[in-house]
């Protein structure tokens, strides 16, 4: 099943949980808590995405929403402000669609089990498994992209942790570890402590294996194949999608639109896009705008995990009286708002290097 013929499971899970609070990572804004509300939130919120930048995001949206029944509330547009920037939008509709349901189904408490935990918009079977380990004790296994990697290396486990065949290894050697961890063993201290150690000693690239609790049994650095462990999936060249945006400016106010529900930036706010130039300019004629007057701006580009996006900015300042009015799904935003609205990260970074100056000078003048 795995290469590492003399691994030292007993101790697996006690070396992790006392090098966990030895030399883990503590003072997290979500650690010391058995909430499980705000345990969940920063498991959506780190899927993905970097602990330094969830602090921030994690306290602004617990100030606004520092409930279950504060989230379920609200409506999916509130929520988005305080998401943007963070990416992978469909975290933020299924967050907010979980929190409804917590409160329809479970009274406002989260279940305790990982196979009720689960049945919740936007949980995993890892991500459930965090949430019943810290806030309610349960010796569930987590096994995320940092964990696997630790597995890998320290059992022997090849072939691409993706496929499912591979998954099943993980899982299962995973469910041993803890069924032969002894019984008081701190879930919370272990489940971090396998976080922590897959994000800041089992590196992608050069592991810090002298300062590892596992080194003494670890098949990589036994054996020196840390760097070829876990093994990695073939590489796709991503695609490289071209798009036009259309910066509409009337009366010190910018015309943006409301993406679609589903797919990239879902629910977020937006310029108006279109494949080519000749379609933006189609737009624009339908409207009644001089296109010709619009100015090509420097252009830039936002990478997917599967495609990168080359965004080709032009900038229309309208004078006229005669524009027909923008249809359901736009809205005139005032420049000086832009900077509080729910916009994806790099139509936010264009909109605040064309307009930060003049918001910057409105503030001064007063
Ligand atoms: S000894 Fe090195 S390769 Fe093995 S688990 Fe620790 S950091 Fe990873």
């Given at each position: 099943?795995?290469?590492?013929?003399?691994?030292?499971?007993?101790?697996?899970?006690?070396?992790?949980?006392?090098?966990?609070?030895?030399?883990?990572?503590?003072?997290?804004?979500?650690?010391?808590?058995?909430?499980?509300?705000?345990?969940?939130?920063?498991?959506?919120?780190?899927?993905?995405?970097?602990?330094?930048?969830?602090?921030?995001?994690?306290?602004?949206?617990?100030?606004?929403?520092?409930?279950?029944?504060?989230?379920?509330?609200?409506?999916?547009?509130?929520?988005?402000?305080?998401?943007?920037?963070?990416?992978?939008?469909?975290?933020?509709?299924?967050?907010?669609?979980?929190?409804?349901?917590?409160?329809?189904?479970?009274?406002?408490?989260?279940?305790?089990?990982?196979?009720?935990?689960?049945?919740?918009?936007?949980?995993?079977?890892?991500?459930?498994?965090?949430?019943?380990?810290?806030?309610?004790?349960?010796?569930?296994?987590?096994?995320?992209?940092?964990?696997?990697?630790?597995?890998?290396?320290?059992?022997?486990?090849?072939?691409?942790?993706?496929?499912?065949?591979?998954?099943?290894?993980?899982?299962?050697?995973?469910?041993?570890?803890?069924?032969?961890?002894?019984?008081?063993?701190?879930?919370?201290?272990?489940?971090?402590?396998?976080?922590?150690?897959?994000?800041?000693?089992?590196?992608?690239?050069?592991?810090?294996?002298?300062?590892?609790?596992?080194?003494?049994?670890?098949?990589?650095?036994?054996?020196?194949?840390?760097?070829?462990?876990?093994?990695?999936?073939?590489?796709?060249?991503?695609?490289?999608?071209p798009c036009v945006?259309?910066?509409?400016?009337?009366?010190?106010?910018?015309?943006?639109?409301?993406?679609?529900?589903?797919?990239?930036?879902?629910?977020?706010?937006?310029?108006?896009q279109y494949d080519d130039i000749e379609a933006m300019e189609s737009?624009?004629?339908?409207?009644?705008?001089?296109?010709?007057?619009?100015?090509?701006?420097?252009?830039?580009?936002?990478?997917?995990?599967?495609?990168?996006?080359?965004?080709e900015?032009?900038?229309?300042?309208?004078?006229?009286?005669?524009?027909?009015?923008?249809?359901?799904?736009?809205?005139?935003?005032?420049?000086?708002?832009?900077?509080?609205?729910?916009?994806?990260?790099?139509?936010?970074?264009?909109?605040?290097?064309?307009?930060?100056?003049?918001?910057?000078?409105?503030?001064?003048?007063?």
């Amino acid at each position: 099943m795995f290469k590492n013929t003399a691994p030292d499971l007993a101790n697996f899970a006690s070396s992790i949980a006392s090098w966990q609070r030895r030399a883990g990572r503590h003072g997290l804004p979500w650690q010391d808590s058995t909430d499980a509300y705000r345990i969940w939130l920063s498991e959506i919120m780190l899927q993905q995405t970097q602990v330094a930048t969830v602090v921030q995001y994690y306290e602004r949206f617990l100030e606004r929403f520092p409930t279950v029944e504060a989230l379920a509330a609200a409506g999916q547009d509130e929520v988005m402000p305080y998401w943007a920037g963070l990416g992978y939008y469909a975290r933020a509709r299924n967050l907010h669609r979980c929190a409804q349901q917590v409160c329809e189904h479970w009274k406002g408490r989260f279940p305790e089990s990982v196979d009720d935990l689960v049945q919740l918009p936007g949980i995993g079977r890892s991500t459930a498994s965090a949430i019943a380990a810290f806030a309610y004790g349960k010796r569930s296994p987590i096994m995320d992209g940092n964990v696997k990697r630790v597995f890998a290396r320290y059992f022997g486990i090849e072939g691409d942790p993706s496929l499912r065949a591979n998954e099943k290894i993980f899982w299962q050697t995973a469910e041993t570890a803890l069924d032969i961890a002894p019984p008081e063993l701190d879930m919370t201290a272990y489940t971090q402590g396998l976080m922590d150690l897959g994000a800041t000693i089992c590196t992608r690239s050069r592991p810090a294996c002298t300062r590892c609790p596992l080194a003494s049994g670890c098949y990589a650095y036994q054996t020196g194949s840390q760097d070829r462990l876990p093994t990695r999936r073939p590489r796709k060249t991503p695609d490289q999608r071209p798009c036009v945006m259309l910066i509409l400016e009337r009366e010190g106010k910018i015309l943006l639109e409301k993406r679609p529900s589903t797919g990239i930036w879902g629910g977020l706010l937006s310029l108006p896009q279109y494949d080519d130039i000749e379609a933006m300019e189609s737009a624009c004629l339908n409207w009644g705008l001089d296109v010709s007057q619009a100015q090509k701006m420097a252009g830039l580009s936002h990478a997917f995990s599967h495609f990168t996006l080359h965004i080709e900015p032009w900038l229309l300042q309208d004078a006229s009286t005669k524009v027909a009015e923008p249809s359901v799904g736009h809205i005139w935003m005032p420049r000086q708002e832009l900077s509080q609205a729910a916009l994806p990260a790099p139509v936010s970074k264009l909109l605040m290097g064309l307009y930060q100056p003049a918001i910057f000078e409105l503030a001064e003048n007063g």
